[in-house]
């Protein structure tokens, strides 16, 4: 599981995160919802261990992420909103290239990508060099090498970005598919996702957590209103 305690970043006098407390175990889809600057990138830059917290700690199936940090980096993948591509290769030698970051062996990582790119759809492209690829491939292509390591833990800066609608059924499917026994974080503004894929939902605002609910429960909680409004009204009466 994944446990942040106490977990504050602050930036000079700005509170990025503040005193956020949270377990999320195997098995769940979360979502983290929140307007621009609520502290999402931040927070998911502190669990992956791309930024230290000023206080507080995440731990990682037990494992303290500060003191135990490539330990608990091996059971991760990260796709950050921006893209993280070497243009210049294929997306067959990124995808090789990344593996070897990860220490995987040859034999782990031909199975892997058999099943990364099938799943994926990326056979296609795969000896076609990125800086030709379109959006939507270029962002497959991130998420591949976030997956080439059948990764416990999966964290996501707006998944879908790019890709048109049936690409997005897709991956959403794949994903709900793959979480059932990994733990997944997305932070996304589309609310028909966080209706399509999340079991939980993670509300920030200011850096804090205002709500730790469902979208069943957010619903339930605003009857009157869609899950959209629900987020807002919350969001607002939180400042």
């Known amino acids: 599981m994944i446990v942040a305690e106490n977990l504050c970043k602050d930036y000079g ?43 507080g700690e995440v731990r990682i199936f037990d494992q303290d992420l500060k003191t135990q940090r490539l330990e608990c980096l091996r059971r991760i993948g990260y796709v950050p909103e921006s893209g993280f591509l070497y243009n210049e290769m294929s997306v067959c030698d990124f995808l090789h290239y990344t593996a070897r970051l990860r220490g995987m062996t040859e034999e782990a990582y031909q199975g892997n990508l058999r099943l990364t790119v099938d799943n994926l759809e990326l056979r296609e492209v795969i000896n076609q060099k990125i800086e030709t690829l379109s959006k939507g491939f270029k962002r497959r292509t991130g998420l591949a090498a976030a997956l080439i390591h059948n990764p416990d833990i999966l964290i996501l800066d707006e998944p879908t970005e790019g890709l048109d609608p049936n690409q997005k059924v897709s991956l959403r499917n794949f994903l709900r598919h793959y979480g059932r026994n990994k733990i997944i974080i997305i932070s996304t503004h589309i ?29 339930e909680l605003f009857p009157e209103h869609n899950i959209e409004t629900a987020f807002y009204k919350i969001t607002s009466e939180a400042k």
């Open 13 to 55: 006098n700005k509170h990025a995160v503040n005193n956020v407390n949270f377990c999320i175990s195997k098995g769940e889809i979360v979502s983290l919802l929140g307007p621009n600057g609520a502290g999402k990138t931040t927070l998911m830059r502190l669990l992956t261990g791309y930024i230290e917290p000023t206080s």
């Open 191 to 219: 609310m028909e996702e966080v209706e399509a894929m999340a079991d939980r939902v993670i509300l920030l605002n200011h850096g804090k957590l205002v709500k730790d609910t469902t979208p069943a429960e957010l619903k």
